[in-house]
């Protein structure tokens, strides 16, 4: 374990001592962060590690003495060179921020201001606390845009963060951040926001630049294989306590607590899928064209097929057009060209001239069970809704088969009478689920269910489809840029880029030897258990670049 | 849309009680000289006929002539026009800048003493009516400290500082009426604002809180901003009537209410027609503007 009395005093830059963060939720104030300590030295990069509602992103930002709207510090000391910024008075904890420690949010979209240029947001701090003058700072963020690998480094700060694409946004957030030098970033989930693709950039330019600078970093992440290329030390926390800290090699490859060796066995261990030999084609697309306000062409010639009791991944990055395959099929776009067949037959391209009989046929679950549920509607009357709608069920018929759906999800009978705010996200991806199995569909479409949820819960999520595929025959259309849940879930895979499918197969022959290039450039991408894994892959392209192949086709 | 409020302008006029000739003519008229009056004023067309007359001389700018005196209703309304817009210029110069100013302040101080006190002044102002702020003003401004005086006539030759000076209180009144609205507006769009993630980062960034308000809530609110005060621009013009009859203003609302009591309809319709096409444009203004204010909109990529 570690303790700073153990390093030398004059390094230790950053020293928090049994922090206690609270809450004020329901009425009450309710503890977030339960006693947690660390501490990071000059030039060092702590990771923390966790869950959603760890308090990893609380302690992240309390260490520039700030909480959210809501929250407060209830005790505790943080100590920055010395200074205790618990409790310090505004203005010193505002001269602070910025030139000594400084942040990086997860959405760079959201939190750079739209109504101003790249270059004004930059300078801002500097030229405000007298750093450096005006032209100065433009300079300086002209050599830190070309640090970054960002294109046309002199004039990109003219530009406004929507005309500027999310990762290389995400990529001037980090310059800002390095704008007056600070002695501490704190990176609060940089790359989670991100396709792999875009991630692995944004990673490696993270790197280089605090390893050039000698900065100091907090490293906030829920995925540890993306943290473990990044930190010297790694914390895990949970529901506000520590569980462990430790170098990052030795966490990686010797865990102490079991918390730890559950989210490493994350990446490693899925399960296999069985093998189908139906070969009734549920649905088949064919040679499928759409465009959003007959200009911007989103998909270009698609065609695949789903045979029933499989499951296909749809996978690539965003812009690909994946979710707009899957508004195609569900009649919301229709297509400017090609047709959909269900079962041979080729169906209406209008969602409201389709009989009710077909919807019943083909169901959807989203990305976010929050909004997906109505929040006023017992979770009895959310999967009473299509029992009624599809099969004109009421009463005693209605209430049993709501309770095997409940059985289905691995949810108790009880929870018939709970309202979404008093389930988990996980669990209300499950009501979500039964809704959808409610009306006893051929095929169900899934657009990213798992990307909102924690690592462990949509594992979980992952293992009740298949459970649910074995049982049912029901056939998976499933939409993802994650390319576990496709190795974990899929038969077939269909890979796609720029509106076009660039190739499509059995997985064992699409995720073997050899690749397809931009099948690789995804595979590649993705963060292994292993420090030395983003060195290795910059290298590798480095020289594929050096070479004169691009990868991107 | 103007035309369907020509239309609704039309009707209601029609459905004023009374008839212009009786009233012109007196009692002393014969059954004979209101028919003949009427003939003469093609008073006895049918009403839809009527309404296509009149609509067709508009179009071809012709507002027709009033019935009363029997000079040209734009000769009329004229000068008419220029002092009401000179009057709600005034007061718009006046109270835009300080309504934003209070309602960034009161969003910068929220919740604080400063932000009770101008939330309470302002909404204190807006539930009198108009005419009760006017009098009051002019008691104290005008009878009590005579400052000001009392009634805003205004006239040929006069120079600038004299027009300025003579309609100080209806100016005032207007800027008491209108500053509370918008002022709340500009408060509320910022707050609303302060929620974002980019707020958050700005105070994180270490930014000061009155640049935060300035430099990074107010460009993204604009848009409610401009809306209530194109909306109160409107009002300016149109929502006049009371305070120009208050102080005896020569402005487009009296002649629009002297004009009523003497039945002299012409006059009437015109003055609705002109308040209607100012609202229309102002609001159409206010659409524009707000999409002007779009960043996203404003810089494709």
């Known amino acids: 374990m570690s303790d700073p009395v153990y390093t030398s005093k004059t390094n230790c830059l950053l020293n928090i001592r049994d922090l206690y963060i609270e809450g004020y939720q329901e009425e009450e104030w309710r503890q977030i962060v339960k006693g947690v300590s660390l501490h990071v030295n000059r030039g060092e990069v702590l990771g923390l590690i966790g869950e959603s509602g760890a308090g990893k992103s609380t302690i992240g930002i309390a260490t520039m003495g700030y909480t959210r709207a809501g929250c407060r510090i209830k005790s505790g000391s943080i100590l920055f060179e010395g200074n205790e910024l618990f409790g310090a008075d505004d203005e010193t904890l505002r001269k602070m921020r910025g030139p000594r420690i400084s942040y990086v949010a997860q959405s760079a979209a959201a939190s750079f201001n739209p109504a101003q240029k790249l270059t004004h947001q930059f300078v801002e701090t500097a030229v405000q606390e007298g750093v450096m003058s005006f032209a100065e700072a433009e300079g300086r963020a002209k050599e830190l845009f070309r640090r970054l690998d960002l294109p046309d480094p002199d004039k990109i700060g003219e530009r406004y963060p929507h005309q500027v694409s999310g990762g290389q946004l995400q990529r001037c957030m980090v310059a800002m951040a390095m704008a007056c030098n600070p002695d501490l970033i704190v990176f609060d989930e940089p790359t989670t926001a991100l396709d792999v693709t875009t991630q692995i950039e944004v990673l490696g330019a993270i790197k280089e630049v605090i390893e050039a600078y000698g900065t100091a970093a907090i490293y906030i992440s829920h995925d540890l294989a993306v943290v473990a290329q990044i930190a010297d030390r790694i914390m895990v926390l949970r529901h506000g306590f520590e569980v462990e800290t430790g170098e990052t090699r030795q966490m990686i490859e010797n865990p102490k607590e079991d918390y730890t060796r559950e989210l490493l066995s994350v990446r490693k261990s899925r399960g296999e899928t069985v093998d189908h030999e139906s070969e009734e084609i549920v649905l088949e697309v064919k040679n499928v064209k759409a465009a959003y306000g007959n200009k911007v062409i989103v998909l270009d010639g698609v065609s695949t097929k789903i045979v029933r009791g499989e499951t296909v991944s749809i996978v690539g990055e965003s812009g690909s057009g994946k979710s707009t395959l899957a508004r195609v099929i569900t009649g919301l776009l229709p297509p400017i060209d090609g047709e959909v067949r269900f079962h041979g037959n080729s169906i209406q391209p209008m969602l409201k001239k389709r009989p009710k009989e077909l919807l019943r046929r083909m169901q959807m679950i989203y990305q976010m069970p929050d909004t997906a549920l109505n929040p006023k509607h017992k979770v009895k009357k959310i999967l009473g809704r299509p029992l009624n709608f599809y099969f004109g069920m009421s009463g005693k018929e209605r209430d049993l088969r709501i309770l095997e759906l409940l059985e289905m999800i691995e949810l108790e009978p009880e929870y018939a009478e709970r309202l979404p705010d008093e389930l988990s996200g996980g669990e209300k991806q499950r009501v979500c689920i039964a809704r959808a199995l409610a009306a006893e569909p051929e095929l169900i479409i899934c657009d990213e269910v798992t990307s909102a949820l924690d690592q462990l819960v949509a594992k979980g999520i992952l293992k009740l489809l298949q459970k649910l595929q074995n049982e049912l025959k029901v056939s998976y259309m499933f939409i993802t840029h994650d390319l576990d849940t496709v190795k974990a879930i899929s038969d077939h895979i269909v890979v796609m880029y720029q509106g076009k499918v660039v190739e499509q197969g059995q997985k064992t022959v699409i995720l073997d030897p050899p690749y397809e290039p931009y099948t690789d450039l995804l595979l590649s991408s993705v963060p292994e258990m292993d420090p030395d894994w983003l060195n290795r892959v910059i290298e590798h392209r480095q020289k594929l670049a050096d070479k004169g192949v691009n990868i991107r086709t | ?301």
């Not at chain 2, 220029?82 to 835009?96: C, D, E, K, R, Y």
Request: aromatic letters at 8%; one cysteine or more; hydrophobic letters at 55%.
């Open chain 2, 1 to 301: 849309m103007l035309f369907i409020i020509s239309v609704m302008i039309f009707i209601g006029v029609e459905a004023l009680p009374g008839d212009l000739a009786e009233s012109i003519l007196g009692q002393a008229a014969t059954p004979e000289s209101i028919d003949a009056f009427r003939r003469a004023l093609q008073l006895d067309l049918p009403p839809h006929i009527r309404y296509l007359y009149w609509i067709g001389g508009i179009l071809q700018g012709e507002l027709g002539t009033s019935l009363a005196n029997n000079r040209p209703i734009a000769d009329l309304l004229g000068a008419r026009i220029g002092n009401t817009f000179f009057l709600a210029t005034t007061a718009a110069v006046v109270s835009i800048p300080i309504s934003i100013a209070l309602g960034m302040l009161a969003a910068l101080y929220r919740e604080s003493f400063f932000d009770k006190f101008i939330s309470i002044s302002t909404l204190s102002m807006i539930s009198f009516p108009e005419f009760f702020v006017a009098y009051i003003l002019m008691v104290l401004l005008a009878v009590e400290f005579q400052i000001f005086p009392s009634l805003a006539t205004v006239s040929e030759g006069m120079t600038f500082l004299e027009r300025l000076y003579a309609i100080a209180l209806p100016a005032l009144t207007l800027t008491l009426i209108v500053i509370a609205h918008m002022m709340r507006m500009t408060r509320a769009a910022i707050i609303n604002v302060l929620a974002s993630p980019y707020i958050e980062m700005a105070h994180l960034k270490g930014i000061k809180k009155a640049r935060i308000i300035v430099y990074h809530a107010t460009p993204n609110s604009l848009s409610p901003i401009i809306n209530v005060v194109v909306l109160n621009l409107a009002y300016l013009v149109v929502g006049v009537v009371l305070v120009e009859v208050v102080f005896v203003y020569p402005g487009l609302g009296q002649l629009l209410v002297d004009s009523v009591s003497k039945r002299d309809l012409p006059v009437v319709q015109a003055s609705c027609l002109i308040f209607s096409a100012v609202y229309i444009l102002l609001n159409l203004l206010a659409d524009v503007l707000s999409i002007l204010a779009n960043p996203k909109l404003r810089h494709p990529k």
